[in-house]
């Protein structure tokens, strides 16, 4: 029995300057076959510019069991947002 | 649908009191609306239950190249051509993205080919019956891709993260496949009199199968149920018919064909068409692997496989080799 | 339409009208033989790249044969040339109506001819024709990535196991008579080369020599001896295989004349 492709993941920048975005994954036997394959495949209706591809397998994730620990301390920090603090209309845009 | 009747292996749905506190709080958050995402805790139900119905749905989009396929050599115009073949490719690029999402579930690919090879997994009834004319190419665009946009828009709110997102994705590249059908067939209609008999022995051949894809009532149905509490499923197949004839009638008038159903009558009431029964015993036999194209389709995905093997060991053996000649000049550098 | 260019008045419209011809039968008939695959390619991802690939043949089959239409100036359409000609008037590479055979051979066929294409399409950029020229341009951008993957991918399946590289070299051994036939000339040639339209066929085999040579040998491929090359399908003389492209593409076309679809 033969082995599989090991799978990619693809991130794509677009048209407008953002930064690269993941759009999927795809089977390939190595990295350059994913570019191309990722060319093929996830920009046929002209979404991208650049083509990241990295090895599914060598991707570290943080745990979904420490989302509380993680993302939660900073739901409190309120003041991290500009529409925290009020400024009085006189002054104008800020 | 393209995935029919799904299995989720519930004896009946549980209540929130009758769970464990880790399968509750899973099933809150369900109700909450939001997503689980894959390496998350999930009750083996559900994970089984996702992997069978994301790989019929996936299954169901290649088999789904087949009948269409058969048309490409033969479309009638460049433009046509062109058109159909973007089409068809589209329909595998949606089986890439739907074999992936159910890859993160922790089944592989080839496992999911192995099960549709082995006819242990299914596929949609749809793709076992024959494109006989360039109208069944305008027809399925018009009633099967029709009909599966019913199902996939409210499966784009799924509750599992990746195949949510892999209908997002493939109902905003879909939104042109029901359009060019019906194209097709606007073209047709008005074309000479026998163009326009084929468009309507088309819809007489596939109106009937359309109406199978969403499968039996399921009303009373524990699997349908307990797909519905996890939000793999949002609307009972009926529901789904209803609306799907709803919307097709007033197409088909505006076309000027007949819907072959001497039921089929305007309810002011419901305010919805009632409609006849499909042969459910013909739904079951085509399922069971007895359809007019059953041995064809899977014989040909079966064949592409086998015959594609020293392909994918070609490339997997340069991969290895270059692999082991980059490492060897690194060393060779130091 | 097209508007008249200086090449109109200076090059016989006839030359002109079988080179372009020649053009949009070769990607006519490739981009039948590709799409043939969608469905039954060896990987989805393949599957979807032949696509691609066919789709991008199928556009320039417009481009060429709309052009050869306005050229001939009896209102014929790309559709009418495509559907409504017989073999005979078929101007294509025998090359290109070769039968898929296995995905090494479909693919072997890809770069024997993508590398003439690519070289081909790069120097009507320079034509004194600037509609040529124009869809050249857009042409040769497309086929510099179909070059770059069927050669990527012959040079893979060399190099690969021993089965890919005995089917990859029986492919080439093959399809290696059919290559000739690129850089034939016919009489028209030499007038169009003439008025800076297009090169002449010949001139362009020491670069191909170059770089299939180049790509055989990194695919560990051995280029077969120089022997006997068939030819005629620039003239009309085709193998049989045409006749049944021919059958299955022109069907509806035939058996309902007149009708739109």
């Given amino acids: 029995m033969s082995s599989e492709w090991p799978l990619w993941e693809v991130f794509i920048r677009g048209q407008h300057g953002l930064n690269h975005r993941h759009v999927g994954s795809l089977h390939a036997p190595d990295a350059e076959m994913a570019i191309n394959n990722a060319r093929d495949v996830y920009t046929r209706r002209n979404e991208g510019v650049s083509i990241w591809v990295v090895r599914s397998s060598d991707i570290a994730a943080s745990s979904p069991s420490e989302k509380g620990p993680l993302f939660e301390p900073s739901n409190a920090k309120v003041y991290r947002h500009p529409t925290f603090f009020d400024i009085p209309d006189e002054v104008g845009h800020m | 649908m393209y995935a029919q009747m799904v299995k989720t292996d519930a004896p009946r749905v549980k209540t929130l009191d009758e769970m464990d506190p880790q399968e509750r709080s899973f099933q809150e958050r369900i109700d909450q609306g939001q997503k689980i995402e894959p390496k998350e805790w999930m009750p083996e139900g559900y994970r089984k239950t996702l992997i069978r119905q994301i790989s019929q749905h996936a299954h169901s989009e290649i088999v789904g190249q087949l009948p269409e396929g058969n048309w490409i050599t033969r479309a009638p115009t460049l433009e046509r051509k062109a058109i159909l073949l973007a089409k068809v490719q589209d329909e595998a690029g949606h089986g890439l993205y739907l074999y992936c999402a159910a890859e993160t579930l922790g089944i592989s690919r080839d496992e999911m080919y192995e099960q549709l090879h082995s006819g242990k997994a299914k596929y949609s009834s749809i793709f076992n019956y024959p494109t006989l004319t360039w109208a069944d190419i305008g027809a399925i665009g018009w009633l099967v891709d029709g009909a599966a946009i019913m199902n996939q828009v409210p499966l784009q709110r799924c509750s599992y993260g990746p195949y949510s997102r892999a209908m997002i994705r493939i109902c905003k590249e879909e939104s042109f496949h029901q359009r060019q059908g019906f194209d097709i067939l606007m073209k047709m209609v008005k074309g000479t009199p026998a163009q326009k008999a084929m468009v309507q022995d088309a819809l007489n051949r596939w109106w009937w199968p359309s109406l199978m894809m969403f499968g039996p009532s399921d009303d009373a149905s524990v699997h349908s149920a307990q797909s519905m509490a996890w939000k793999i499923k949002q609307n009972s197949n009926d529901e789904l018919r209803q609306k799907f004839v709803d919307q097709t009638v007033p197409q088909a008038e505006y076309l000027g064909l007949t819907i072959p159903d001497p039921k089929l009558e305007w309810n002011e009431e419901k305010g919805g068409y009632d409609f006849g029964e499909p042969d459910w015993n013909e739904f079951f036999e085509v399922l069971a692997g007895n359809g007019p194209c059953n041995a064809e389709r899977l014989g040909a995905r079966r064949k592409a496989w086998a015959d594609g093997a020293w392909f994918r060991d070609g490339l997997t053996a340069y991969a290895e080799k270059q692999a082991a000649r980059r490492a060897g000049n690194e060393a060779a550098a130091e | ?261």
């Fill in chain 3, 1 to 261: 339409m097209a508007e008249a260019t200086v090449a109109d008045a200076a090059v016989d419209p006839t030359a002109l009208f079988e080179f372009l011809l020649r053009m949009g039968d070769n990607t006519l008939i490739l981009g039948h033989r590709l799409s043939e695959w969608c469905g039954h390619a060896p990987a989805l991802e393949e599957d979807i790249a032949l696509a691609n690939t066919a789709l991008d043949l199928i556009g320039q089959t417009q481009l060429w044969l709309g052009l050869a239409g306005a050229v001939e100036g009896k209102g014929r359409s790309a559709d009418d040339l495509a559907f409504l000609r017989d073999a005979c008037e078929f101007r294509n590479l025998l090359l290109n109506e070769r039968p898929n055979g296995d995905f090494g051979k479909t693919l072997m066929r890809q770069f024997l001819f993508d590398a003439w294409h690519h070289l081909f399409l790069n120097a009507l950029r320079l034509s004194s024709d600037t509609r040529i020229a124009e869809i050249a341009g857009k042409a040769s951008k497309e086929v510099s990535y179909h070059l770059e993957r069927s050669r990527d991918l012959v040079i893979r399946l060399g190099d690969g196991t021993a089965e890919s590289h005995g089917r990859m070299q029986g492919a080439l051994d093959d399809l290696w008579p059919y290559t000739g036939e690129m850089f034939m000339n016919e009489a028209s040639d030499a007038v169009l080369a003439a008025a800076g339209v297009a090169p002449e066929p010949a001139g362009l085999k020491t670069e191909w020599d170059a770089l299939v040579g180049e790509t055989l040998s990194e695919a560990t491929l051995k280029e077969p001896a120089e022997g006997y090359m068939q030819k005629g399908g620039k003239r009309g003389i085709h193998t049989e295989h045409l006749g049944y492209i021919l059958a299955d593409m022109q069907f509806l076309q035939r058996a309902y004349p007149g009708a739109t679809w």
